[in-house]
């Protein structure tokens, strides 16, 4: 099964279904995912032998047809770490994931970390392959059984893995062998199928492995197979740039630029989208809400939001002149207090001032990025294109041996993640972070916060320069309490920035529309 991290580096055409219809599994009750996966653990050599593997490297022969195209090798490390090389005779094909990034190094010699849909299927797959489906629970990865379906080689049930960000793949495991005879990547439009199981070792593998992104067939016949050899994590980060990139220095002025960047968000006013989903136990979206709000941003204050639609229906014309009213009267009130604020404003930043020179922080010193540089390392800066512009990249992680004196700390070096940097506007363009291990506050009793919570936000450029939201995603897998918790997901989406001075004086709200009669609720 890791041979699937192959196709990778197989980005594009159309999804190829597996042949032959589905077959009436109706009539009979579907066993468990975790049934299925324990069979095939047994069929491989049992769960014992399989988690005794924490790394493995695997050479191959390319084939396109009865032609020999080239030569592959794979490797994975334990948890959630895998690389792919391909090699033709015009050049090599690179590719990893590891639970920071998921990156490409293409045949035009061009590096790309991956977003997105093929980001998270790559991560997913490392988390599977690498672990070899011994523990999923355990990389909070989500599984149920979606039905059989009848093969050329025979019935098979279908188990769906997914991630609470949307990540999901399609494991097709035989109902006579146990065996994985294919796997399902929609995000990357690749169909993977696996046969001729013998040994390597003391464990079954797959000698022949085809994959089909749309462009036809390429197999991969297994040469030679090798464990626990030692793989260091460094072979599955992207390689550096070839110029020496100062990270630090680069966080030190984007952090110089934040202050002038919220100020300057007070000018626009803006659409804002949000979505909010819960996530059952199998991955699937058990409750959606869309809200849709124009926002109008004041000066040393929380903005003023008007909901102008809930899950794509407008308001009723009676909804929407509440609403239009009670705006009016927060922006009347905003202007009436807008002295006050700002003296407010003036004396928490003189109060941040005093305790900052308190501690012998530097005068441009950012606590929070001072913090974040303490804790965390920076891995493989290198550069790359992002929406059109030159974007200076890497990834973090926690330092070796760093050891938490508080809880923030704590949770902020349980982060690992990968950021994109504009080097010319010095500003932020996407960040994505996420929960390595979990994080308990009050022994787990409190809050228990599971691994695999992430976050992603991303800025977009105004074409006077100013950098703007653009999109946030939150995911989370919580229990609060003792009384329950459950999965979260939560995406903002800002839109149709419009220009102001940033003074209340300036918003004109518009008259609600009249709605035609309708029986519909809004």
């Known amino acids: 099964m890791l041979y699937a991290s192959l196709v990778m580096v197989l980005l594009g055409g159309t999804t190829h279904s597996l042949c032959g219809q589905q077959a009436g599994a109706s009539s009979r009750k579907l066993p468990s995912a975790e049934k299925i996966v324990a069979g095939y653990l047994k069929a491989l050599g049992g769960k014992k032998r399989v988690a005794a593997i924490r790394d493995a490297t695997y050479e191959w022969q390319i084939q396109l047809g009865d032609r020999m195209m080239g030569i592959a090798k794979t490797q994975s490390k334990a948890p959630a770490s895998l690389r792919s090389e391909m090699t033709f005779g015009n050049g090599q094909l690179t590719s990893a994931a590891n639970a920071r990034s998921a990156w490409l190094h293409g045949l035009d010699g061009k590096l790309q970390t991956l977003t997105g849909a093929e980001a998270a299927a790559a991560k997913l797959q490392a988390a599977l392959d690498a672990g070899r489906l011994g523990d999923i629970k355990k990389s909070n990865v989500l599984a149920h059984v979606v039905s059989v379906e009848q093969l050329e080689t025979g019935p098979a049930y279908v188990v769906e893995f997914s991630l609470r960000n949307g990540a999901r793949l399609r494991y097709l495991f035989s109902t006579t062998t146990k065996l ?92 804002k989208k949000e979505t909010d989903r819960e996530i059952s136990g199998k991955g699937e979206v058990k409750k959606e809400t869309v809200k849709v709000y124009e926002v109008f941003p004041i000066a040393n204050r929380e903005p003023v939001m008007k909901l102008i639609s809930e899950d794509g229906t407008p308001l009723s014309a009676e909804r929407a002149a509440k609403e239009q009213k009670r705006v009016e009267e927060e922006l009347a009130k905003a202007e009436r207090e807008k002295d006050k604020d700002e003296q407010k404003v003036q004396k928490r930043r003189a109060e941040q001032e005093r305790k900052k020179a308190a501690k012998g922080k530097e005068e441009d010193d950012d606590v929070e990025i001072s913090q974040f540089l303490r804790i965390h390392e920076f891995v493989s800066p290198r550069r790359e294109r992002f929406r059109d512009r030159d974007a200076v990249v890497f990834d973090f992680r926690a330092r070796p041996g760093f050891k938490p004196s508080n809880r923030q700390e704590d949770l902020i070096s349980k982060l690992v993640g990968v950021v994109w940097i504009d080097p010319a506007d010095k500003q932020v363009m996407r960040l994505e972070a996420k929960l390595a291990e979990g994080f308990k506050m009050g022994g787990g009793l409190l809050v228990n916060l599971r691994p695999g919570a992430a976050v992603v936000m991303e800025q977009t450029r105004m074409v006077e320069g100013v950098w703007l939201p653009r999109l946030a995603q939150i995911n989370l897998s919580v229990k609060v309490l003792v009384f329950g918790g459950g999965d979260f997901n939560k995406t903002l989406e800002w839109s149709d920035y419009k220009h102001f001075s940033g003074d209340v004086g300036d918003y004109k709200l518009d008259a609600p529309k009249t709605e035609a009669p309708t029986d519909k609720k809004p």
Do not use: C, M, W
């Open 180 to 271: 994985l005879v294919s796997i399902e990547d929609d995000a990357r439009k690749t169909t993977t199928r696996f046969a001729e199981y013998r040994l390597e070792g003391n464990v079954l593998e797959p000698h022949r492995v085809s994959t089909n992104s749309g462009t036809g067939d390429l197999t991969f016949i297994l040469q030679r197979a090798s464990y626990n050899t030692g793989l260091t994590d460094s072979i599955f980060d992207p390689p550096l740039a070839a110029d020496a990139v100062d990270v630090v220095a680069l966080l030190r002025e984007v952090s110089r630029n934040q202050d002038e960047l919220e100020k300057r968000f007070s000018e626009y006013s803006f659409l």
